[in-house]
């Protein structure tokens, strides 16, 4: 499958599972691979330093190495995790600590497994992408806040116009502007949240 993007991948395996032709494969176009021991301090000193990685591969032939998924999920919080594992009771414990895929190493199917972590991901882009982006909402400027401090001593819209010498309109729209910005809908709500602006 003929990838896009420059992935970077973070590879745990002390024991030599990974299977060469599938390390071939992830090496094609412009992957950066990195390899780490088990050593919970390096491969965390490794992440900090390399961020983001795209994801990352850890091997695991015992249940003592189980003690790294849960910090490895936490530390790889936005990456795909594989766990190339040699039984079933250790594919149990990765999934368990939320590594999205588990492959026995003595039956992988590699090239569907490429091909899920890569639609994983292009899903994972898509959310992103979709997701509401946090509105940029502008402080109140001098004559908001001073209209907002007429509206906590109670003064309507006409008497708040005749104050500051601007159109009952233009009034109406600072209010809209007000409530934004407080995140209110009326106008004892906006009062009660005015104390700050006095």
Same mark, same amino acid.
């Given at each position: 499958? &003929?990838?896009?993007?420059?992935q970077?991948i973070? +590879?745990?395996?002390?024991?030599?599972? %990974?299977?060469?032709?599938?390390? *071939?494969?992830l090496?094609k176009? *412009?992957?950066r691979?990195q390899?780490t021991?088990r *050593?919970p301090?390096?491969i /965390?000193?490794?992440i900090q330093?390399? #961020?983001?990685y795209?994801?990352?591969?850890i091997? @695991? $032939?015992d249940?003592? *190495?189980?003690?790294?998924?849960? !910090?490895l999920?936490r530390?790889? $919080? #936005?990456?795909? @995790?594989?766990a +190339?594992t040699?039984n079933?009771?250790?594919g149990?414990?990765?999934y $368990?600590?939320g @590594?999205?895929? %588990?492959?026995n190493s003595?039956? !992988?199917?590699w090239?569907?497994?490429h =091909?899920?972590?890569?639609?994983?991901?292009? &899903?994972?882009?898509?959310q992103?992408l979709? #997701?509401?982006?946090p509105?940029?909402?502008?402080?109140?400027?001098a004559?908001? /806040? =001073?209209? @907002?401090?007429?509206?906590?001593?109670?003064?309507s819209?006409?008497?708040i116009?005749?104050a500051?010498?601007?159109?009952?309109?233009?009034?109406?729209?600072?209010? +809209?502007? +007000?409530?934004?910005y407080?995140g %209110?809908?009326n106008?004892?709500?906006?009062?009660?949240?005015?104390? !700050?602006?006095?």
């Amino acid at each position: 499958m &003929q990838q896009t993007t420059t992935q970077q991948i973070l +590879i745990i395996d002390d024991h030599q599972m %990974v299977p060469a032709g599938w390390l *071939e494969h992830l090496r094609k176009g *412009e992957n950066r691979i990195q390899y780490t021991s088990r *050593e919970p301090a390096e491969i /965390r000193q490794l992440i900090q330093a390399t #961020q983001p990685y795209t994801w990352g591969i850890i091997t @695991l $032939s015992d249940i003592h *190495e189980c003690h790294l998924l849960q !910090p490895l999920r936490r530390w790889l $919080s #936005q990456a795909v @995790l594989v766990a +190339i594992t040699t039984n079933d009771e250790l594919g149990s414990y990765a999934y $368990s600590a939320g @590594l999205e895929y %588990v492959t026995n190493s003595t039956k !992988p199917d590699w090239a569907a497994l490429h =091909q899920d972590i890569n639609q994983t991901l292009r &899903q994972r882009a898509r959310q992103r992408l979709n #997701q509401p982006r946090p509105r940029k909402i502008q402080p109140l400027n001098a004559q908001q /806040r =001073q209209i @907002l401090h007429y509206v906590a001593h109670g003064m309507s819209n006409k008497e708040i116009s005749r104050a500051t010498y601007l159109a009952e309109g233009t009034v109406k729209n600072h209010m +809209i502007r +007000i409530f934004d910005y407080l995140g %209110v809908t009326n106008r004892t709500q906006a009062a009660l949240k005015a104390a !700050p602006f006095a």
